[in-house]
């Protein structure tokens, strides 16, 4: 069985692997470790050791020994995840890619970028937009999270209605399996039919079938113009609506983004300023991009005429240094008011949104509990913060899965799934045992089965593929 402890023989190998100034047992170093972005106590948990590799040769060489030691491990980016996925849950060696940091190479003729898995998101968009170039991917947490991470969990984010998500983007990675060996699948090429599609396994595989190192990212050229609108209305309902309208009159949006008035009244809290309506206002935020202005102005006017027609209060012409703040610190903005909060993440057909946030949104109501609603309306996924304020821990364990049920339950009968773009992790794992169809997660956990055969690799995520855990000897 696969062991939760890490022998001292085992930690002095780690340090003649990085370094002893890169193997942290101290409690103090190892304590931001214990947790990502979920920040209820139960989802806590310190590792032994953390051990920071500086190449892909050092990364094969620790993995080697926890395989050949029995030993857990968990592979690391940023820690901004938001399902407890890089979380040492059953104790064990945290491998961090934090010291990854290096772009590769920004192959302009090809049009892709060779990264390291430890870039922050945000740096690497930077990078690419001097030569000209743009890459699509853009999570909410882009200045901190890194690549590697969003590979990893195959992270969403505000330009997924055009561009994709991090899947869309990923032409290639180099891999560290469970057993310490590497591989390369992909590469810089646009097409293949080459075998199995290996590669689209460990996207979004939550670092359980292995630990990517290297990166190979789709990149298109950097669009001329850009426009952000905000878009209000006094119903949420005709909001989201709005979105659909949108797409069929022709225009691709880079994003459609949407906060509900409890949300914008939150946000303006933390941010201590005044937004735009925020009376009674339900906001849509629409971004368009392109290369020819006339055609861009053409498309606004095109929006406020189909926004008039759904019932608009107002339409605005955004800053989007404001509007996009506002929007990103939704999650901080609740953070703030309630440290201990869940956040679900489902997706739904585009269509379902209203009806799904106007039901969800009564269960606010029927279990007296603060709940935001904010997310993708271009696809779908809508992120629901439940506020635990101050309830006791045990009056909110006894409630959230009750919200939870009947959550699920609803976005299952509307075509939908848990997670749209946080993962499984171990927050969701139980709840994807219950939701997923029997024949779907008996091929999950085959390929889990394959690859990890030990059980070694963040174990307890997204799958188990036995009732056994990992013991702390």
């Known amino acids: 069985m ?45 590792p032994q050791v953390v051990v920071l590799p500086a190449t892909t040769e ?56 060779v990264s390291e898995a430890g870039v922050t998101t945000s740096v690497l968009q930077d990078a690419v937009q001097k030569e000209g170039l743009f890459y699509g991917g853009d999570p909410c947490s882009g200045d901190s999270c890194f690549i590697g991470g969003n590979v990893a969990t195959n992270a969403g984010g505000n330009r997924a209605v055009k561009y994709g998500v991090t899947r869309d983007q990923v032409m290639g990675m180099e891999v560290v399996t469970p057993t310490g060996e590497v591989v390369t699948l992909g590469g810089k090429f646009r097409k293949n039919a080459t075998g199995y599609m290996l590669m689209h396994l460990f996207i979004g595989s939550e670092g359980t079938l292995g630990i990517i190192t290297k990166v190979y990212l789709k990149l298109v050229a950097l669009p001329k113009y850009q426009q952000d609108l905000l878009v209000v209305f006094d119903n949420l309902d005709d909001a989201i609506a709005l979105t659909p309208k949108v797409m069929n009159a022709g225009i691709t949006p880079v994003c459609v983004e949407f906060m509900d008035n409890a949300s914008i009244k939150q946000v303006e ?18 971004q368009i991009a392109g ?17 008039e027609d759904n ?12 509007i996009w703040k506002s929007r990103k610190a939704y999650l901080e903005a609740d953070r703030a008011r309630s440290l201990v909060f869940s956040m679900e ?62 959550i699920y339950a609803l976005v ?27 024949v779907e997660l008996k091929m999950m956990k085959a390929v889990k089965k394959a690859l990890d055969p030990k059980n070694i690799m963040n174990p307890g995520k997204v799958v188990s593929i036995n009732d056994e855990v990992p013991v702390e000897e």
């Not at 930690?11 to 979920?38: A, M, N």
């Not at 029995?70 to 945290?94: C, E, K, N, Q, S």
Request: include cysteine; glycine fraction near 8%; proline fraction near 4%.
């Open 2 to 46: 696969a062991k939760g402890k890490v022998s001292p023989e085992l930690i002095e190998q780690f340090k003649q692997i990085v370094g002893e100034k890169y193997v942290y047992t101290d409690k103090d170093k190892l304590e931001p470790y214990s947790h990502d972005e979920v920040t209820d106590p139960h989802y806590m948990k310190e």
């Open 345 to 406: 993440d489902i997706v739904v057909p585009m269509t379902e949104i209203p009806g799904a946030v106007q039901q969800i949104s009564r269960l606010g109501e029927k279990y007296n509990v603060a709940m935001h609603c904010a997310g993708h309306c271009g696809d779908g996924n809508v992120h629901i913060d439940i506020l635990k304020d101050d309830r006791t821990q045990e009056e909110w364990e006894e409630m959230l899965p009750k919200i939870q049920g009947e």
């Open 311 to 322: 019932k608009a209060i107002d339409s605005l012409v955004a800053d989007p240094a404001v």
């Open 58 to 113: 050092e990364v094969s060489k620790v993995v080697k020994l926890c395989y050949e030691n029995d030993t857990v491990m968990v592979p690391r980016a940023a820690g901004t995840g938001l399902a407890a996925g890089a979380v040492a849950t059953f104790g064990g060696v945290i491998i961090s890619i934090e010291r990854m940091n290096k772009i590769l190479e920004i192959d302009k003729d090809n049009m892709v970028c």
């Open 412 to 438: 299952y009968k509307l075509g939908g799934r848990l997670s749209g773009e946080h993962g499984i992790g171990y927050k969701r794992e139980a709840l994807l045992e219950k939701y997923t169809d029997p």
């Open 291 to 307: 290369d020819n202005e006339d055609v861009l102005m053409d498309q606004c006017e095109k929006i406020v005429e189909l926004a």
């Open 269 to 286: 809290v933390f941010l201590d300023e005044k937004l735009p309506k925020s009376e009674n206002g339900n906001y849509i935020i629409i």
